[in-house]
């Protein structure tokens, strides 16, 4: 069973969201915005497969044009489709400029056209991590030995939890997904981050018909639905203390008890959980159970950040590199742009890296990822001065223009040469630039 991709739905006509949600949500997980602002917060709260916005927000002070562009820079990896009736020629060409995966003109047929094109981002989304899981690529010594214990784990063919640890964006689903691929079993997903605390319990366990109020039907919870392959609990640092008790059940016993439910059923479900969460912290303030830590800690693997797996840093930044990059272009990493990126300290880790690389690719018109290139595409504001490269034989003439169009002033002229005033005084120094010359400018 594999997870329902994530679709955005950006309209501001909320008769169309209401329609859109109702026929594609059998198919998939969707949120809707009806404003720009509205879609800008949720895309930098959730990781979309793919978006579907319109182009015309009537009375708002940005459109979908912007959301596009926001696009680009907060999740370059999201499918992007216009669903637009707008007339102007002028803002489908701009639409058009950006990166597209397809645009459809609202008219009576166009539903199907959009299901084909979301059903088509899924298949293309679910081979790209086929190939991924397939192969899990890495340099770091340390990620080999995780593979190799995870590989131990899986021959051994025990049933007892297995328990990923590491910081966000570290590549712990990935990981997942590789042991699945490796148990040869479906892999059931849920994400406690994302699930609200009040339907919590029935998304996981289940809930018997008339549970509560709403409950009209009897539903199996994701835990039962995972029989006979493999559950994958993200963030179980997020579980309420409670359903950390229903947790520690289905562990012990092997059964899960639905809401409402007299009897608990018997499941064969092998479990994984994961957390960027410090869970032996947790229990010595109260926040997490000792026992269920203490069960899910039979086999822990946990995944270094990528600050401390250097040799990865510059092996997936080429990756990605080969991987984003537009067909028959080659794109390099300079020496100067390889001390960048081993400097900064990811904090976003893998996540964080390919969005860079993205972000590069996209936005700047360079082949070659050099220092000034990392900068900008990571968004540091870099206090380092850097000095503009003139030559030589061209190197007096242009800082003297650049004294005499600001007039003597050399803040001024320093700036117009976009190098730092001591970098400009050093060159006057170098030039043999005297001192009469100013008098003669100020004079």
Request: include cysteine.
């Amino acid at each position: 069973m594999n997870a329902k991709s994530l679709i955005l739905l950006c309209d501001d006509d909320q008769n169309i969201l209401k329609s859109l949600n109702l026929s594609l949500k059998f198919a998939f997980d969707i949120h809707t915005s009806s404003s720009v602002a509205d879609a800008k917060n949720k895309i930098l709260s959730n990781q979309y497969d793919a978006a579907v916005i319109d182009l015309n927000f009537e009375g708002q002070e940005f459109d979908g044009i912007h959301i596009l562009d926001f696009f680009g820079k907060k999740s370059p990896g999201t499918y992007l489709i216009v669903l637009s009736g707008d007339s102007s020629v002028k803002r489908a060409i701009e639409a058009t400029r950006r990166k597209l995966f397809q645009f459809i003109h609202k008219d009576g047929e166009y539903f199907e056209n959009l299901l084909s094109t979301l059903n088509r981002t899924t298949q293309l989304k679910q081979a790209n991590e086929l190939s991924a899981i397939q192969k899990y690529l890495t340099k770091s010594t340390a990620v080999k030995k995780i593979l190799k214990d995870a590989e131990k784990i899986i021959l051994s063919e025990q049933d007892a939890p297995i328990l990923i640890l590491g910081e966000t964006g570290t590549g712990k689903e990935f990981l997942i997904k590789h042991i699945a691929q490796n148990m040869k079993k479906t892999l059931v997903s849920a994400n406690m981050a994302t699930i609200a605390k009040e339907t919590a319990e029935s998304n996981l366990f289940g809930h018997e018909r008339g549970a509560f109020t709403g409950a009209v039907q009897n539903k199996v919870g994701l835990i039962e639905s995972a029989n006979g392959g493999l559950f994958f609990l993200d963030e179980v640092g997020d579980c309420t203390l409670d359903i950390q008790a229903k947790l520690l059940r289905v562990l012990q016993e092997k059964e899960v008890l639905p809401l409402g439910a007299n009897r608990p059923r018997s499941i064969n479900v092998n479990f994984i959980a994961a957390t960027h969460k410090q869970l032996d912290e947790m229990v010595k303030v109260g926040n997490f159970r000792e026992d269920l830590f203490q069960r899910l800690n039979t086999f822990t693997l946990r995944i270094p950040p990528l600050r401390e797996r250097p040799e990865d840093i510059i092996f997936y930044a080429n990756l990605y590199l080969n991987e984003c990059g537009d067909d028959g272009l080659q794109y390099t990493i300079s020496s100067d742009g390889i001390q960048a990126l081993l400097s900064y300290s990811w904090p976003g880790n893998i996540r964080e890296l390919k969005s860079v690389i993205l972000r590069f690719i996209v936005l700047s018109n360079k082949f070659v990822l050099d220092e000034d290139a990392v900068n900008v595409a990571i968004g540091i504001k870099t206090t380092i001065e850097k000095t503009i490269h003139i030559e030589d034989n061209g190197k007096k003439e242009k800082v003297l223009n650049a004294i005499v169009e600001c007039k003597g002033n050399k803040k001024q002229a320093a700036k117009k040469l976009g190098i730092a005033e001591k970098t400009f005084y050093r060159w006057i120094d170098e030039l043999k630039i005297s001192k009469d010359f100013y008098k003669t400018l100020m004079s």
